[in-house]
């Protein structure tokens, strides 16, 4: 796929959330699945600075996952 992992890591704010940074590498539109072995509570999609964006764009989230569309316009 079109999409790449560029870090896990604990949230800047020590709220004790774990963001998973992603991007798309084609620069154009692409679908990903992201499993985590571990209790999901909430999935947040945010910008660089770790800001939930409004136009969060999930097609499904679940216990251990979430599937999402990714894009330049994400970002």
Request: hydrophobic share 45%.
């Amino acid at each position: 796929g079109n999409v790449a992992l560029d870090a896990v890591k604990m949230a800047d704010d020590r709220s004790g959330a774990v963001v998973v940074r992603l991007h798309e590498t084609l620069g154009g539109r692409t679908r990903a699945v992201v499993r985590i072995d571990a209790p999901v509570t909430e999935v947040v999609l945010t910008d660089g600075l770790e800001r939930a964006l409004a136009s969060a764009r999930f097609l499904s989230t679940r216990a251990g996952g979430s599937q999402w569309r990714c894009g330049p316009s994400n970002w």
